[in-house]
């Protein structure tokens, strides 16, 4: 290569440095190495392969869950003035995917659901295709052991033969090593190449308000601190409880599993774009926001691992600017976690129980012990109870390091990095309660104009009578 990377990330995307991890992504692939980047959100994921696909030939094809994150990238590469890229998912026209698929090669980045990319008349298409790299954005989404499981990605790693093995990139910003495990086994189990970043966001003051009355404590932060921000809740009923008691003098929206998809597009639209300041959220709402100032996460319920708080949290301040989280402990909150983990734990012993019977009848499954099934033709039954069994024992032990976290009696931070195998090199300026930091406060400016401004119910009501 005629030129050093830098020059091209200067020229091409007028930036002046590499971020953590992107350098060595890059060269691997270039190398020919199938790679998996975990990166904590907001570092920089897509300018990995948006760079290799620019030096290797052929088109790049990226796999995302999500149509509305598949949006935001193509848009992305549009306004770096990219005009061969296109997103193949269910938003398009029976003729429009027909032509699409006729032109593929066309196209430097295409992006596709895991369903559409599945479909025989695609995968046929690709196969025809030289392909420089087979992308694969959120592959966390894998794993069973993780929230975002999807069964489809799981397929992904059996079409792979199929197409010749493709140069392969994985990316997500999970920080669960079981999450981790079952990525490497189904994509990079030979001598591929692992980047992963550290979990430490140094922009982020943690702090944990412990309290004797949570509902008035919350209320105290959401008065004071500065927005926009997520406030986070254990059950969707909280969610829609503490989005009652605000509406009135909040720009806030709710989100959680249960709304129509075509309710949370909106949701995560008016929110992205700072018509909402504040959304209340299960850790339902978190894949594919695409807003870079958050300033705060309120978790109202404790998360039931470290693993997922880091997650949650990594939302606020991806603009590198000073933000906040905050997690309000009530005594006892655990015991909504205790509650989810013997449900599971019955769950599975009932799944235990029905395959064992002679003639397997599926439609006694819940959602979650279909999953398991699906899982159970591919590998013995013994083995699968043995992962369930431990991933309970796991998910106790998880909880302990979260309620740990709250008790901490020294720098927050360093305790939170311990976890995951990190030390502390340097304390931030604004680093956790323990270390003084200051509680980032709204601007009057916000106050004020909160105050005037109607919800946006009422916003979206007057627009559909007009
Ligand atoms: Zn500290």
Redesign the pocket.
Known sequence: MGQSLEKILQKKFQLQQFRPGQKELITALLKGKNALGILPTGSGKSLCYQFSGYLLAGSTIIISPLISLMEDQVLQLQKQGEKAVIALNSSNSFAEKKWLLEHLEKFRFIFMSPEMFLQPQVLQKVQQLTLAQLVIDEIHCVSLWGNDFRPEYRQLAQVLQQLDNPLLLGLTATATPKVIADIQNLFFYDDSYVYQGSVERDNIA?FVEKTEDKAATLKKFVHKTAAPGIIYCGTRKMVEEIYQEFKLYLRIGYYHGGLASNERRQLQQQFTEGQLDWLVATNAFGMGINKADIRSIIHYDLSDSLENYVQEIGRAGRDGQASQAILLYQTGDESLHYYFQKQRQEERRVFQFLIQQPNVDESNFSELQRKWYAESQMEESAAIIQRLTQHESDKFSQLNHMLDYIQAS?????KMLAYFDES?AE??RN?????Q?KLLEKSTEVFTAEKTLPNWQEVLLKLFKE
């Open positions: 943690l020294g720098c927050r931070r360093a502390l304390i931030p680093c956790c309660d323990f270390h930091a």
